[in-house]
């Protein structure tokens, strides 16, 4: 099946610093990606999403850019806040369906 | 703001046992879906459901598991014969299109021993 990885399982950086976590992919006709954070004993929460025809999308504190050369995704927040720590795991789509392949996750540590 | 309910929050059943884990999807939302997160694992994907019948489904949803839409609200995931391995978080999601924004429900989780 699909492979969606993270390079780092643990990220801890300090109160009002920039985090960035990266996330690759193996299928090739992945089209629609998306960030989900999850809080302890919490369901995913939406960050935010990126289609394969684009390469960045901002949102409020949030950054997602795509590299479809190397399958490689990535999610910056700027001014990170001891409410970001969590698990953040980067999900996939396939153009041939609509569920999500999840990666393992990146546990962020936001350090006062 | 709109969200996906699940119920119960835990369940306790015995080896053996079959279990109904309930969903309320978003109303206005058509696809429905059902994933699992083994602790300390990832999200692994289960089902997911369209116009009251299955459109994809995944190698661990085998014939121990079925989905039902009983009715305009509900959406359910039976387990039939619970093993100790099927001890896991169940989170329901829906969305309103195919390849969009999933919303995920609290989760049930489910302990079997």
């Known amino acids: 099946g699909e492979s969606v990885g993270l390079h780092l399982p643990t990220l801890s950086v300090q109160e009002g610093d920039n985090s960035i976590i990266n996330c690759a992919y193996s299928?090739?006709?992945?089209?629609?990606f998306i960030w989900y954070k999850q809080e302890s004993g919490k369901g995913p929460q939406f960050i935010i999403d990126i289609r394969s025809n684009m390469d960045k999308r901002q949102g409020q504190r949030v950054t997602v850019l795509l590299n479809k050369t190397v399958k490689h995704l990535s999610l910056q927040i700027a001014a990170t806040q001891p409410g970001d720590s969590a698990v953040y795991f980067c999900?996939?789509?396939?153009?041939?369906?609509?569920?999500?392949?999840f990666g393992t996750g990146t546990s962020l540590t936001v350090i006062p | 703001e709109p969200e996906v309910t699940q119920t119960p929050s835990h369940q306790v059943t015995q080896m053996g046992q079959e279990v109904i884990l309930r969903c309320v999807p978003i109303s206005n939302h058509l696809y429905f879906y059902w994933y699992r997160q083994i602790l300390g694992q990832k999200v692994e994907f289960l089902v997911s459901?369209?116009?009251?019948?299955?459109?994809?489904k995944s190698e661990i949803f085998d014939d121990q598991f079925s989905v039902e839409r009983p009715d305009g609200s509900n959406f359910t995931l039976k387990i039939r014969s619970t093993k100790l391995e099927d001890s896991a978080m169940y989170f329901c999601?829906?969305?309103?299109?195919?390849?969009?924004?999933?919303?995920f429900g609290q989760g049930t989780r489910l302990t079997v021993v």
């Open positions: 459901f369209y116009n009251n019948e299955i459109s994809e």
């Open positions: 999900a996939e789509s396939p153009n041939t369906g609509n569920q999500f392949y």
């Open positions: 299928n090739s006709a992945s089209d629609y």
């Open positions: 999601a829906s969305s309103e299109l195919p390849s969009t924004e999933a919303f």
